[in-house]
């Protein structure tokens, strides 16, 4: 599958999420070019905070794949650039690569990927290489979509600050 593959993918899920009335955040994990594991965002039917759609992707994955070598490469795909929490937990399951489609600047985890100094001490676990802006244009759409018809809330106003990013070429789109 290609990176453009997987990030269709995510957006798929993450309009599923959405029609549930959650956010439209959506992730797939892709190994060996097929999709092993998909979530979306389900903070609010579950009432929680650590459900994030690449988190809960990435246990269903690990669930599948195991502690043992496997044959492929395992990679990450989501709508939205992966949190902090995200980030590590992809360490963690030894994601190889992380493709995204709209950056998060309040909580997205790109900086510290590119800067992460590894250690000799635990080799395996190594920030994954993370390609952004793929179909950026498409979920930043979405997210505007998804605040036509959202309630005022935190998540919202939220939502709307990612609407209004500016484009790569410096130009801002109105929320």
Not at 32 to 51: E, K, P, W, Y
Not at 98 to 114: H, R, T
Request: aromatic share 6%; net charge negative.
């Amino acid at each position: 599958m290609t990176p453009d593959d997987m990030v269709k993918a995510a957006i798929d899920v993450a309009d599923e999420g959405m029609a549930c009335g959650e956010m439209p955040i959506g992730a797939v994990v892709e190994m060996g070019g097929r999709i092993v594991a998909r979530a979306f965002t389900r903070d609010v039917s579950l009432g929680r905070r650590l459900v994030h759609a690449d988190l809960l992707a990435m246990i269903e994955a690990d669930e599948q794949l195991g502690w043992g070598p496997r044959p492929h490469p395992v990679r990450l795909a989501v709508n939205l650039e992966p949190c902090l929490m995200c980030l590590g937990a992809a360490m963690a399951l030894k994601v190889t690569e992380v493709y995204y489609g709209l950056e998060s600047p309040a909580d997205g985890g790109s900086a510290v990927a590119a800067t992460w100094p590894g250690s000799p001490d635990l080799p395996w676990y190594r920030a994954p290489a993370i390609t952004g802006g793929i179909r950026r244009a498409q979920v930043r759409d979405q997210f505007s979509r998804y605040c036509e018809r959202a309630p005022e809330s935190g998540r919202r106003r939220w939502a709307a600050s990612l609407t209004a990013l500016p484009d790569p070429t410096g130009s801002a789109q109105a929320p």
